[in-house]
């Protein structure tokens, strides 16, 4: 292959790659919190899929985090649910004045709950000893946001804020529920530890692709929504 032929395809590769970070990064910052009803935070009004320019924080806070499963055949976690896990983890603020995980995920593909095989893979691997709730039913995006609503608002105090977890693209499409859901619930919502640059890059390209794909007929699918409910 030619110099300039290698030079074309590494200017491709960079492309995919810097394509993929930005999709990433700006879908770990879409349908988030505005604040509001979240006492001794300051109130950044947005919209339901804009951008926050000065996000809500988890300092002293009581930070709820909510991780959501991904299908499991067997009782080790697979390598989607210890990346989710670790982000939970690393979601974690020092700052905050509690904090607690529920841990989302159903028996789907196989006998053991998705929550409770994330809950023992951030305790006996990751060394997790904080706080922790299993929501052990769902079997779906909408069922995992459905179910977790009762656990949050045992939860809840004035001071309350709350992470989704996941890959970027699948924890924008659940807050996404939530705000659907319960918008006082979602604008508690801040930023998770989902994104990180130079994460996985040879996965995030077609995480990417698909998770706008997702995206993109989410939106669909709310557009036609509003519009049956306006007529």
């Not at 709730?133 to 459905?146: G, R, V």
Request: a positive charge.
């Amino acid at each position: 292959m030619s110099v300039r032929a290698l030079g074309i395809a590494g200017a491709v590769l960079a492309g995919v790659f810097a394509f993929a970070e930005a999709a990433h990064w700006r879908s770990s910052r879409r349908r988030l919190g505005d604040g509001r009803g979240v006492v001794g935070r300051r109130a950044q009004p947005q919209g339901l899929t804009g951008l926050s320019t000065e996000p809500l924080t988890t300092t002293g806070s009581d930070q709820i985090i909510v991780v959501l499963g991904y299908a499991n055949h067997w009782e080790r976690p697979n390598g989607i649910n210890r990346f989710r896990a670790r982000v939970g983890l690393r979601t974690l603020d020092p700052a905050a004045r509690s904090t607690v995980l529920i841990f989302c995920g159903g028996a789907v593909i196989g006998r053991t709950p998705e929550a409770l095989i994330l809950e023992r893979f951030a305790r006996r691997t990751l060394g997790f000893t904080g706080r922790s709730l299993l929501e052990t039913q769902s079997s779906s995006t909408w069922e995992n946001i459905a179910n977790a609503i009762p656990l949050i608002d045992e939860e809840l105090t004035p001071a309350t804020t709350i992470s989704v977890v996941s890959n970027s693209h699948h924890a924008e499409k659940a807050r996404d529920h939530l705000w659907q859901m319960r918008p006082d619930l979602a604008r508690r919502l801040v930023r998770g530890g989902d994104y990180r640059f130079g994460e996985h890059p040879w996965v995030r390209p077609i995480a990417a692709v698909r998770g706008l794909m997702a995206l993109r007929t989410l939106d669909r699918e709310n557009a036609a929504q509003a519009i049956s409910s306006d007529d």
